[in-house]
């Protein structure tokens, strides 16, 4: 009995340790959940937010306003954070002890409702930590999360709430949370120039989007960093032209390629593809539409993984963001020693952008004697920090049209902007001018894009494929433009 009792304790540590081993998903060494303004913990998707009473050493405010609300709330999985808020009435800072240096979410819960007197869908304030701006005279009318992510290399991180225009900021709940290193790495592409992009994991990071193409939402507790996302439906420019495909069972993780941490097999088990079944002569591509702030350059990762193929070698499409070919003749299961079904992703960074919406489309290669097809599984879009090291929509403005409506603003308003700005030009001016009697007129050359059909964008050398991408300079991404000169001098003038 005695030698049995030691063999059930010896397979009982084994068990143990086995799960250890294997069992998924990270486990945060900062890993802070805070249910603002309440007194009583909150258990959503399994994780604990511990109450504002028992979190209040985190919180240098003037005052101590807990608000409630006894309506009904959002009815999705973490509608209890939503019923209760902390009203921050004066600048109040969220300091943080970091255990691990790197990269953290940092997510805000927001959901504005009237307590006594106030009214948090007309509160406005700003946010901003490391020395980022990540809102700016920042307000909400319906609940929202905002997700941000930052590489915090100090042992303590702030976070801090600035009330602007006499208000005061609110906040419903937030997290901190270590995030692991293989997340964000500096080795993504660029394509106008093409090239690779420098110093990706300095930069602060807001979440755009994070969609699940071809399957259903992907709530938080399903994704191992507690990320959801979100279906496609409502991205896709023209939905009688995809078709949804599933297949979770056959995703493949393999060394090189995506782990469970960058998405879950749950999206790389779903997909939007061509709906070219029966029609060899397809020739169209599948887009989706994204709302975006202009003045800004966005992180955007592709998730594949080929779900439809029964063998190698058999799907080669296009990818392409807005109007540039990011990669022609994409054969996923070249990139990851010849696996089926491997999860895969790729990063690109977008040049500055001057509109407000982003397209990412795929569409069939032109590759002979292959099967019109095209797949994507999931999509991630971030917003980076601009030069002054905000992420906030109203700090920079760089677009044609921002900077017409910003001289129509000092037109009708400051004066003293208005010189300014127009002593700025004339310096500017005369300085292009003297360069040009030294150095002779420019040789500026372009090269117009081309749209076949408007299905097939193309670049002036769409032929590169990313396999080709060399390292580059992208030092003209890095300037300041004159209309982003105009507009802090307005935002000065305006303080």
């Known amino acids: ?102 990269r953290h979410w940092i997510r805000l819960y927001f959901y504005p409702f009237v307590y006594e007197s106030y009214n948090m869908s007309k509160a406005n304030f700003s946010v901003s930590a490391q020395n980022f701006v990540f809102l700016s005279d920042f307000g909400v009318t319906t609940n929202v999360i905002k ?106 993780y393999v060394q090189g390629g995506a782990t469970p941490d960058i998405a879950p097999n749950t999206v790389y088990g779903t997909a939007t593809k061509m709906n070219s079944a029966d029609d060899p002569n397809s020739n169209f ?36 963001i807005d109007t540039y070919i990011v990669v022609r003749d994409l054969d996923l299961s070249s990139y990851l020693v010849n696996t089926l079904a491997a999860a895969y992703f790729a990063d690109y960074v977008t040049p500055v952008t001057a509109s407000n919406k982003l397209r990412v489309s795929i569409g069939p290669s ?29 700090a920079t403005i760089s677009s044609a049209t921002s900077s017409k409506k910003n001289v129509g603003a000092i037109v009708g308003g400051s004066i003293g902007a208005f010189i300014a700005v127009l002593f700025v030009g004339i310096i500017f001016t005369l300085c292009r001018k003297r360069r040009r009697l030294a150095h002779g007129p420019s040789k500026t050359s372009w090269i117009p894009l081309s749209v076949n059909g408007g299905n097939s964008p193309t670049t002036a050398d769409s032929s590169v494929s990313v396999a080709q991408f060399e390292a580059s300079s992208v030092d003209d ?13 307005v935002k000065s003038e305006g303080r």
């Open 1 to 102: 009995m005695m030698e049995l009792s030691r063999i059930q304790l010896v397979v009982w540590v084994l068990s143990i340790l086995c799960l250890a081993c294997f069992s998924d998903g990270f486990t945060p060494v900062d890993n802070y959940l805070i249910d603002c303004g309440s007194n009583s913990n909150a258990t959503v998707g399994g994780r604990v937010f511990v109450s504002e009473s028992h979190a209040s050493r985190f919180l240098a405010t003037p005052r101590e306003i807990f608000a409630n609300t006894s309506k009904s709330v959002t009815s999705s999985d973490d509608s209890q954070l939503y019923e209760t808020a902390r009203i921050l009435d004066g600048t109040s800072i969220y300091s943080f002890s970091i255990g691990k240096s790197g």
């Open 147 to 252: 997700e941000f992510s930052v590489n915090v290399t100090s042992d303590t991180l702030v976070i801090t709430f600035t009330p602007v225009n006499n208000s005061f900021a609110f906040l419903n709940a937030l997290e901190v949370v270590s995030v692991p290193d293989e997340i964000v790495t500096d080795d993504a592409d660029t394509y106008s120039p093409n090239g690779r992009f420098q110093g990706l994991p300095w930069q602060a990071l807001e979440t755009v989007a994070r969609v699940n193409m071809g399957g259903p939402t992907v709530s938080s507790e399903n994704d191992t960093l507690w990320r959801t996302w979100v279906p496609d439906q409502s991205f896709i420019v023209q939905a009688n032209l995809a078709a949804n495909v599933s297949n979770i069972r056959a995703v493949n």
């Open 285 to 320: 591509n599948v887009s989706w539409e994204f709302s975006v702030d202009p003045g800004f350059q966005y992180l955007v990762r592709f998730h594949f993984c080929d779900i439809v193929s029964q063998s190698l070698n058999q799907l080669y499409f296009n990818v392409y």
């Open 366 to 394: 032109t590759t002979v004697n292959v099967y019109p097809d095209a797949i994507l599984n999931g999509l991630e879009i971030l917003k980076m920090n601009d030069s002054m090291g905000s992420l906030s929509g109203a």
């Open 477 to 489: 991404l890095s300037g300041v433009s004159m209309s982003r000169v105009f507009s802090q001098l």
